[in-house]
């Protein structure tokens, strides 16, 4: 898969981590799963400090710890990806462990299983001995990516606004 690596961001990645947001917002997308609020946060050297912060320190009461990646080929960012360190009941019902997003350029060409592989790796030397992965019951090409990466459906919850969050577990070894 072309070099991809998952990479955390820091602040020379700004001017492409702008871009890679503005692409978002050039399709009419108003969130970019596994960023970390990337599409929300006016100030990206802001934006670095609080995904730092969410590796490294305690956090407060109902919020986990998380690593936030950049899926970069070359100098390019193709993704994000975002491994949650524990279950919260808000992620244990409908976000999982990891969340991960592709640039909508780059959608379909195998990037998103791969990130994920990566991400899975990363997991296993958190010591996680399996992982919860959700996406909408409408993503066929999410739910594709989690199965081709092990991902089992364990149920399906309805969520308020009509939608259906399909619940995936993976099993590391």
């Given at each position: 898969?072309?070099?991809?690596?998952?990479?955390?961001?820091?602040?020379?990645?700004?001017?492409?981590?702008l871009?890679?947001?503005?692409?978002?917002?050039?399709?009419?997308?108003?969130?970019?799963?596994?960023?970390?609020?990337?599409?929300?946060?006016?100030?990206?050297?802001?934006?670095?400090?609080?995904?730092?912060?969410?590796?490294?320190?305690?956090?407060?009461?109902?919020l986990?710890?998380?690593?936030?990646?950049?899926?970069?080929?070359?100098?390019?960012?193709?993704?994000?990806?975002?491994?949650r360190?524990?279950?919260?009941?808000?992620?244990?019902?409908?976000?999982?462990?990891?969340?991960?997003?592709?640039?909508?350029?780059?959608?379909?060409?195998?990037?998103?299983?791969?990130?994920?592989?990566?991400?899975?790796?990363?997991?296993?030397?958190?010591?996680?001995?399996c992982?919860?992965?959700?996406?909408?019951?409408?993503?066929?090409?999410?739910?594709?990516?989690?199965?081709?990466?092990?991902?089992?459906?364990?149920?399906?919850?309805?969520?308020?606004?009509?939608?259906?969050?399909?619940?995936?577990?993976?099993?590391?070894?």
């Open positions: 898969m072309e070099n991809l690596k998952l990479v955390l961001p820091t602040l020379d990645m700004e001017k492409e981590a871009s890679y947001r503005q692409e978002y917002i050039d399709y009419g997308e108003t969130y970019i799963h596994g960023s970390a609020g990337l599409m929300k946060e006016e100030d990206y050297k802001l934006w670095v400090e609080k995904i730092t912060y969410a590796r490294t320190e305690k956090m407060p009461e109902g986990v710890n998380a690593s936030t990646y950049f899926a970069v080929v070359g100098d390019r960012i193709v993704g994000t990806i975002q491994i360190y524990r279950l919260n009941e808000f992620l244990l019902n409908y976000g999982g462990h990891i969340g991960y997003g592709v640039r909508p350029s780059e959608r379909r060409k195998g990037y998103a299983t791969e990130m994920l592989s990566q991400a899975l790796e990363i997991c296993r030397n958190l010591g996680l001995e992982v919860l992965i959700t996406c909408d019951k409408d993503n066929i090409g999410s739910a594709r990516t989690v199965m081709k990466n092990g991902g089992i459906l364990e149920n399906e919850i309805p969520r308020e606004d009509g939608g259906i969050t399909q619940r995936y577990w993976i099993t590391l070894k």
